[in-house]
């Protein structure tokens, strides 16, 4: 890198996953609307020709004449090409394929299990994790072999346990996990404010709070605007809105299989008195299934299972677009992704610090949660550091539900990583939706392995 004044460049930076379809072109567009950093893009994915597709795109990027930022975009074929002198390394991949997620997330429907997402917790999300930890061990060993010194930005899911891995194979990494989940509950806060106080023009970064948890299941203890305590505030969008659910109206939903009334959250503020800083599609698994007991429940509740198949054919239309993308028959478009990749970047590179909510190791930022577990709480971001806040430590009774999941993933780890079946097992049947019958979930296991066998090499299946 080379610093000038105000402005950072010939930035190193690789994508593992580099073939992204979406998720990449909001980065992109992110790396062009900032003027103060500039570099290359080094692409990396095992579909290399989506990767090349990126280049094309990522390049058209950085030649529209609003692009204030100007980088180089480049398909590489190894992860050693990627990785060499990399100053930051963005991970944003699908474990497996859209077979392997629709075994995470419907066949346990068969037994009476519903999950909303299925990628962190539940049948799903443990199945998930198995698969995607050994490539986050190749991937943490080709780091700390081509570049031990770069930051690492985790997007993937199951967030907590792909961060986790990283540290457990190169415990000197720099890596952290990001999620916008926290930012969605800022805006609902925003919502709230206009709605009950008819306050406009607030950013959800004027909206301060005190993060807890882990990721997917966040809790706020404190929230204020200003100098007003929200927490009252969202008392009373709750009682008024409990029943009916609250949706912000400026809020463009992506599609029905995402959308949620934010009624789950309330349930949790009720039952708890702190606010449930996720969406509701994820919030509901980590909990017995209050809320997904059957589709008729997850009805009543306001919130979506989300259907492999949705997914399936999403993917079908973003390949078209990236083809029309690379053909010129459809202009790529400069506009904020709401992320905060690069702001982090920033930060990291000396230019302007930052507080945001991030995943990383334990070390006192969360009480009465194991030292070294991944939890997600504020942290400070400066010149090459980043710092977690102290958080403090939640209720009992809430940090109770957060333990057993914290327990839960540090055993799918050594699983993970010993090919232990009997434990993998264990783990399954202690999640909190995966009330059934030992029996029949020792079959919906087993099912679901030989279903992913093919990314659990080692194991006897």
Same mark, same amino acid.
């Given at each position: 890198?080379?610093?000038?004044?105000?402005?950072?460049?010939?930035?190193?930076?690789?994508?593992?996953?580099?073939?992204?379809?979406?998720?990449?072109?909001?980065?992109?567009?992110?790396?062009?609307?900032?003027?103060?950093?500039?570099?290359?893009?080094?692409?990396?994915?095992?579909?290399?020709?989506?990767?090349?597709?990126?280049?094309?795109?990522?390049?058209?990027?950085?030649?529209?004449?609003?692009?204030?930022?100007?980088?180089?975009?480049?398909?590489?074929?190894?992860?050693?090409?990627?990785?060499?002198?990399?100053?930051?390394?963005?991970?944003?991949?699908?474990?497996?394929?859209?077979?392997?997620?629709?075994?995470?997330?419907?066949?346990?429907?068969?037994?009476?299990?519903?999950?909303?997402?299925?990628?962190?917790?539940?049948?799903?999300?443990?199945?998930?994790?198995?698969?995607?930890?050994?490539?986050?061990?190749?991937?943490?060993?080709?780091?700390?072999?081509?570049?031990?010194?770069?930051?690492?930005?985790?997007?993937?899911?199951?967030?907590?346990?792909?961060?986790?891995?990283?540290?457990?194979?190169?415990?000197?990494?720099?890596?952290?996990?990001?999620?916008?989940?926290?930012?969605?509950? @800022?805006?609902?806060?925003?919502?709230?404010?206009?709605?009950? +106080?008819?306050?406009? $023009?607030?950013?959800?970064? #004027? %909206? !301060?709070?005190?993060?807890?948890?882990?990721?997917?299941?966040?809790?706020?203890?404190?929230?204020?605007?200003?100098?007003?305590?929200?927490?009252?505030?969202?008392?009373?969008?709750?009682?008024?809105?409990?029943?009916?659910?609250?949706?912000?109206?400026?809020?463009?939903?992506?599609?029905?299989?995402?959308?949620?009334?934010?009624?789950?959250?309330?349930?949790?503020?009720?039952?708890?008195?702190?606010?449930?800083?996720?969406?509701?599609?994820?919030?509901?698994?980590?909990?017995?299934?209050?809320?997904?007991?059957?589709?008729?429940?997850?009805?009543?509740?306001?919130?979506?299972?989300?259907?492999?198949?949705?997914?399936? @054919?999403?993917?079908?239309?973003?390949?078209?677009?990236?083809? +029309?993308?690379?053909? $010129?028959?459809?202009?790529? #478009? %400069? !506009?904020?992704?709401?992320?905060?990749?690069?702001?982090?970047?920033?930060?990291?590179?000396?230019?302007?610090?930052?507080?945001?909510?991030?995943?990383?190791?334990?070390?006192?930022?969360?009480?009465?949660?194991?030292?070294?577990?991944?939890?997600?709480?504020?942290?400070?971001?400066?010149?090459?550091?980043?710092?977690?806040?102290?958080?403090?430590?939640?209720?009992?009774?809430?940090?109770?539900?957060?333990?057993?999941?914290?327990?839960?993933?540090?055993?799918?780890?050594?699983?993970?990583?010993?090919?232990?079946?009997?434990?993998?097992?264990?783990?399954?049947?202690?999640?909190?939706?995966?009330?059934?019958?030992?029996?029949?979930?020792?079959?919906?296991?087993?099912?679901?392995?030989?279903?992913?066998?093919?990314?659990?090499?080692?194991?006897? %299946?």
């Amino acid at each position: 890198m080379k610093y000038l004044e105000n402005r950072v460049t010939d930035i190193n930076l690789a994508y593992i996953g580099g073939g992204s379809r979406g998720w990449a072109w909001r980065f992109m567009s992110d790396l062009a609307l900032e003027e103060q950093l500039s570099g290359t893009v080094r692409l990396y994915d095992i579909d290399f020709q989506a990767a090349h597709n990126n280049e094309v795109i990522g390049n058209k990027y950085s030649e529209l004449d609003q692009a204030k930022g100007k980088w180089k975009y480049v398909a590489v074929k190894t992860l050693e090409e990627a990785l060499t002198e990399a100053d930051f390394v963005i991970i944003s991949i699908v474990p497996g394929t859209f077979n392997e997620m629709a075994s995470d997330v419907h066949l346990p429907e068969k037994y009476g299990i519903y999950q909303s997402v299925g990628d962190t917790v539940g049948p799903g999300g443990l199945v998930r994790a198995l698969r995607t930890i050994p490539m986050y061990v190749e991937i943490a060993e080709n780091i700390k072999r081509y570049s031990p010194n770069a930051w690492i930005i985790n997007y993937t899911n199951p967030m907590t346990l792909c961060t986790r891995t990283l540290y457990e194979v190169f415990p000197q990494i720099k890596a952290f996990g990001c999620c916008h989940e926290v930012f969605g509950t @800022q805006n609902l806060l925003v919502a709230m404010l206009e709605e009950l +106080r008819g306050i406009k $023009g607030v950013t959800r970064e #004027e %909206i !301060k709070v005190n993060v807890l948890g882990i990721n997917h299941f966040t809790w706020f203890d404190k929230a204020s605007y200003k100098n007003m305590d929200l927490i009252p505030l969202y008392r009373e969008l709750v009682d008024k809105y409990y029943e009916e659910g609250f949706m912000d109206k400026n809020k463009n939903w992506l599609n029905k299989c995402f959308s949620y009334a934010n009624r789950v959250k309330f349930d949790l503020f009720r039952r708890y008195g702190l606010i449930a800083a996720a969406g509701d599609r994820h919030l509901a698994e980590f909990m017995p299934p209050w809320y997904l007991k059957d589709p008729e429940t997850v009805e009543k509740w306001k919130f979506s299972i989300t259907p492999v198949s949705w997914r399936i @054919q999403h993917r079908e239309n973003l390949i078209e677009k990236s083809n +029309r993308l690379v053909r $010129g028959e459809e202009p790529v #478009e %400069i !506009k904020p992704s709401g992320e905060e990749g690069v702001r982090q970047i920033k930060a990291l590179v000396g230019l302007k610090d930052i507080v945001t909510n991030v995943n990383l190791p334990n070390v006192g930022q969360m009480q009465g949660i194991p030292m070294g577990a991944v939890v997600e709480t504020n942290a400070y971001f400066s010149r090459d550091n980043v710092q977690p806040v102290m958080a403090g430590k939640l209720p009992d009774d809430v940090q109770n539900l957060v333990i057993r999941h914290v327990l839960n993933q540090e055993a799918t780890l050594k699983a993970a990583l010993t090919r232990d079946k009997a434990l993998a097992f264990r783990t399954f049947i202690n999640d909190p939706l995966v009330n059934i019958d030992i029996k029949d979930a020792e079959e919906l296991f087993n099912q679901m392995l030989q279903n992913t066998r093919e990314y659990l090499p080692g194991w006897n %299946i």
